[in-house]
């Protein structure tokens, strides 16, 4: 089961972290996906992350502010949110998936975890 944590009310220009960890399973064989979903939108994919930490996607709206991580020794997986604007604001998940695509991300999600609601006010 995974599980997203770590979000909160906030500022324009705050920073946060969210967190995401697993049980029952290791993260170590998975790519590792954030996504979000705005009041009335779809999700979309944030960013992700390939299993070895090799390499990284992120949505062109989050490039720049936010940095994914992981940490194979912890399970968790991390997505650090600099300069955050009120348009970040949604439910944020992660997922796990076979591959991270660097131009395109996650193609075919495994599993979710439960969301974290961020909130930014301007």
Known sequence: QLQAYGG???QSGDSL???C??????LDYYAIGWFRQAPGKEREE???ISHAAGHTYYNDS?????TISRDNAKNMAYLHMDN???EDTGVYYC???DVCYIFSGIRDVESWGQGTLVTVSS
Not at 21 to 26: C, D, K, N, R, V
Not at 62 to 66: E, M, S, Y
């Open 8 to 10: 909160g009310l906030v």
């Open 17 to 19: 972290r969210l967190s």
């Open 21 to 26: 960890t697993a049980s029952g399973f290791t």
């Open 46 to 48: 944030v960013s992700c």
């Open 62 to 66: 989050v490039k720049g502010r936010f």
């Open 84 to 86: 955050l604007k009120p």
């Open 95 to 97: 997922a796990t998936s």
